[in-house]
């Protein structure tokens, strides 16, 4: 069999390039060991978020994220639901009201990026009105923000599905075991299909999208992708749990934990994620399982809000963030992604997208497939902010540029200068907060809110 690009993993980026190269008329194939989104991209918290956190050390990532969570919205939007989440705060935590609202309103301008809405305050009895098994000594009050809850399964189902109706092909239960090469050039893939049978295909480009495995898959090729990989776990119930539907309506809740990260509730479906953690990890992908250091702390967590909260949930979820090997302490790190190009490396043909998260995928997926049609003599531009994921095409496309790779390039590469660059900006906002009165919502005022289409 031949194919002109032969894509390795079926997560949400896998399944992005997929769809990319579909609607520029590129016949390609994709391969998945497991079943699609059965890994990292289930794993995950399920939302389609601009990356509020990274405001604090990293904002040109938030920017890039909120800019390509714009896009995702617009193509998906029928497969996302808007989730209102809370932020409670409490005298003695490390960010007080004052700097958490100074941080939405930084927020609030990368939101409308993707249609979220603007973030309100609330008082300590509004508060509880909205959550009232909530632990109310000391409780000052709360602000709010938004963010796209989806099913990351059929986030990528839907795309593959595209992908086929306009050509070209996706195998769940295939592993690429090795590339096939002649001299320097890669020139297809072994694949081994679950019942041992195995098949060469050649291939103009191989893409390795393989995410956490990413330099497992590399090393087929005689180069690496070296990666710094940390596990993010969640204790899942199989319910929604009355912690966060006092007010009849599933909310999400972003708690400040003791050691200053930040744990969510957020209601999916008929379940609760309560979760991720983040931690480094020495195990390889296949091998990752939540701790009791993990459950403690994620319980705890929970119980320091919700005396009551349950201490029995009905599975785990672990999956491993394959962040780019970098140097420096964990809020240091950058979610950046990187297309890499292995011909330097004596594999001609032979590409990786490496780094990056599900709010982004789509922009990952053009930045890889704009090398592969390149290499391919391909004139075809990307489409996938074009074109809805029902095929239909979109009018009024913003046409605003994502930030200059540049200055995210040297950024990256000084982590304290990334930081202290986003400071700088926070440090303006929180002297123009103290300018202005910050008035406050109620809990029905609240609920009108974010019950916007």
Known sequence: MTSDVV?????????????????????????????????????????????????????????????????????????????????PVYRGHAHGIETVETLLEAYDGFSRRKGGLSHLRLNKEETLRLFPKLKEKDLVGSLSFDEWSVDPEVLVRVQLEEAARLGCEWRPGTEAVALLKEGDRVTGVRLRAADGREEDVRAKVVINAAGPWADRVGRLGGVQVPLRLRQGSHLVYDRLLEHITGSGRPLGLILQASDERIVFVLPHGTGTYVGPTDVETSRGPDDLRITVEETTYLLETVRSYFSDFPGRWDRTMTGARPILAQAGTEKLLSREFEVLDHSRGGAAGFLTVAGGKMSDFRLMGEAVANVAAARLGVSAACRTHRVGLDGRELADVPEDPPPPDDLKKFLRAHPRLRELHALAYLGTALARHWTHARPRATADEFLRHYDAP
């Open 7 to 87: 894509v390795i993993g079926g997560g949400i980026t896998g399944a992005g390039i997929l769809r990319d190269l579909a609607l520029r008329g590129v016949r390609a194939l994709l391969v998945e060991k497991g079943r699609p989104a059965g890994a990292t991209t289930g794993a995950s918290s399920r939302l389609i978020h601009g990356g509020l956190r990274y405001l604090l050390y990293d904002r040109l990532t938030t920017s890039t994220t909120s800019w390509d969570s714009g896009r995702i919205v617009r193509i998906a939007r029928p497969l996302l639901t808007r989730l209102p989440i809370v932020w």
